[in-house]
């Protein structure tokens, strides 16, 4: 987990699906570090969220009432803003979420959100969970990158630990997961929902690989190995 919040800090935002902001309330910043970073150098927690059902209890938000944290940013579907006193938006406001509503919930939209305004996000890094890493995975970009399956990711990294979680501390239990073909070589990716086919995926290769006690860590960089100097 050093490695995780070592990573944070170099970041200006992490972002998470509300399944793990419900699941495990993460607080997303970098504590178990030597020398954290001061609350306002923390990176700033980002939820997609499509209907809003980021509880207005979790502690993305008290971390940001108490001064501890950055304030969280809920991307959420236009259609479920609604006008009703009693709407969860009230709460989640109320406790210091700052909204923003996309007409959809796509990786082009969601970047473009991210890297304008007040927000300026260069550098984000996806925590997970499960569905937000599976739509991420199999996205291509409508506007730049190669158009590739993968294309938007810049680095993955993976960490194998000798535990036994289950299906709940992971989230990979969706049907869905099964047909996705993360693209290391010529295969086509299986079309997701709405998306067009992608003929080949975005090629990673490994640029770093270490262990942290029992955990093997993989870092891939997309596009070709560098040549041996
Ligand atoms: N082992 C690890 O390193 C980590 C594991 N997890 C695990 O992941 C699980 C949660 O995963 P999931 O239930 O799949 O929920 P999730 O955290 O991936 O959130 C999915 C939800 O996000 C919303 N959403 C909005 N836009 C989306 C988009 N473009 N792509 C995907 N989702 C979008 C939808 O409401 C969707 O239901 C938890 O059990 C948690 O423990 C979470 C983080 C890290
Ligand atoms: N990225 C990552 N690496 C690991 O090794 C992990 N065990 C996790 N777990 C996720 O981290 C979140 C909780 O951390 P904080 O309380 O925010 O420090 C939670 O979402 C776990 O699923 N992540």
Redesign the pocket.
């Known amino acids: ?1 050093a490695m ?2 070592y990573l944070r800090t170099v970041h200006d935002a992490i972002l ?1 699906g509300v399944g ?1 902001v419900i699941n ?1 309330n ?4 970098a ?1 178990l570090l030597p020398n954290p970073p001061a609350p306002a150098q923390q990176p700033r927690p980002i939820i997609l969220d499509t209907h809003l059902r980021t509880p207005a209890g979790c502690r993305l938000l008290t971390n940001y009432q108490q001064g501890l944290g950055r304030q969280p940013v809920i991307l959420h579907s236009e259609g479920c803003e609604g006008q009703d006193q009693k709407h969860p938006r009230v709460d989640l406001e109320a406790a210091g979420a700052q909204l923003i509503a996309l007409r959809t919930l796509d990786w082009d939209n969601i970047l473009e959100a991210l890297g304008k305004g007040g927000l300026k996000v260069q550098r984000l890094m996806v ?3 499960a569905r937000v890493i599976e739509t991420l995975l199999t996205s291509s970009s409508r506007s730049d990158g190669d158009g590739r399956a993968g294309g938007l990711i810049d680095s993955l990294v993976i ?1 194998v ?1 000798p535990n036994f979680a289950g299906s709940d ?1 992971t989230g990979y239990k969706s049907p869905r997961w099964q047909d996705v073909v993360v693209k290391t070589g010529k295969e086509s990716v299986a079309p997701r929902d709405g998306q067009e086919e992608v003929e080949e995926g975005a090629q990673f290769h490994v640029a770093k690989k270490a262990w942290f006690g029992d ?1 093997a860590v993989w870092m891939w960089k997309r596009g070709e190995k560098p040549a041996d100097k």
Do not use: I, Y
């Open positions: 987990m995780t919040h998470v793990t495990d993460p607080r997303l910043n504590r925590e997970g969970g960490t630990s501390a955990d």
